[in-house]
């Protein structure tokens, strides 16, 4: 095969792992094996499902699926986690220039074959976490666990005082903190 028959080989190939979205992932051996067995594992976070899609910065719209929710992934590639929830399939859509992490990353802060243990929270915060709500005097542990993590390309680290998320694509929220609990939510 010559030199312009091997690029165009080449080029074919590229094109159509790009047009069939097989990108590779490096998953861990540990998350391969939960994959490969249908483990049975639990949402860390509270996240929203619209029309079978959940996107990573969690718009706060659609169905809500509950933190300690149990799931199965189904499938992974380098920008979605597919999973089985309620007889449903999901797939958990990651905008790695908005989450600012892998799909790998994504999948072990979002599953977990623990369930979350929510005795370490408070009745107004267990209470606002059965509904995926952010309410004053919440500590930021209890809002990451009832709305997921913030987009860390507007909020960059979980220690600010100010994190925003997405009500949707064109609406955010900002919860503000006061020694590391909510103290004022602006729309």
Not at 40 to 47: D, I, K, N, P
Request: aromatic letters at 8%; hydrophobic letters at 40%; proline letters at 2%.
């Amino acid at each position: 095969m010559n030199i312009l028959n091997k690029a165009k080989v080449v080029g074919l190939v590229c094109i159509s792992l790009v047009i069939s979205g097989c990108a590779t992932v490096q998953l861990t051996t540990q998350q391969q094996v939960l994959i490969d067995d249908s483990t049975a594992l639990y949402t860390q976070v509270g996240m929203w499902t619209e029309k079978g899609n959940v996107i990573a910065t969690n718009y706060n719209r659609g169905e809500h699926i509950p933190v300690n929710s149990p799931v199965v992934i189904t499938d992974i590639d380098a920008s979605t986690i597919t999973f089985s929830y309620a007889g449903n399939t999901i797939k958990l859509k990651n905008i790695e220039k908005f989450t600012k992490v892998d799909v790998s990353a994504l999948m072990t802060r979002t599953f977990s074959a623990e369930a979350v243990n929510l005795t370490q929270f408070n009745a107004l915060e267990k209470k606002a976490i059965k509904k995926g709500d952010v309410v004053i005097g919440m500590s930021k542990d209890a809002v990451i666990t009832s709305r997921g993590f913030p987009p860390a390309h507007q909020t960059s680290r979980l220690e600010l005082d100010s994190w925003r998320f997405w009500n949707n694509r064109f609406g955010t929220i900002i919860y503000q903190f006061e020694q590391d609990k909510v103290a004022k939510i602006v729309d």
